[in-house]
Nanobody
């Protein structure tokens, strides 16, 4: 069983910054993918940014140059630094972690953290 917990969401004014954190714990042998997704009301859940165990990153076009994903492998933690936030970044942000457990692959989601960008 792998548990994923996000933190760091909140209310911020346009142009402001937030840093999200996501920690995975439990029966983990290795993690090969950690990603942030977001879902606005009435819309599908989309990938925002992802990072592999080797450090390769991928970003949605809408956040390139504003968001930065990073990870601490020793802590099984991934971060999302969000700068120059816009109202359209408002959404629930979810963390997804994929890897190898004690006996099989796993893919786990966190409960989500709300990010609201508004003046």
């Amino acid at each position: 069983q792998v548990r994923v917990v996000e933190s760091g969401g909140g209310l911020v004014q346009p142009g402001g910054s937030l840093r999200l954190s996501c920690a995975a714990s439990g029966s983990i042998f290795s993690i090969y993918f950690m990603g942030w997704y977001r879902q606005a009301p009435g819309k599908q859940r989309d990938l925002v940014a992802a990072i592999t165990s080797g450090g390769s990153t991928n970003y949605a076009d809408s956040v390139k140059g504003r968001f930065t994903i990073s990870r601490d492998n020793a802590k099984n933690t991934v971060y999302l630094q969000m700068n120059s936030l816009k109202p359209e970044d408002t959404a629930v942000y979810y963390c997804n972690v994929r890897g190898l457990g004690q006996t099989s692959d796993f893919g786990s989601w966190g409960q989500g953290t709300q990010v609201t960008v508004s003046s």
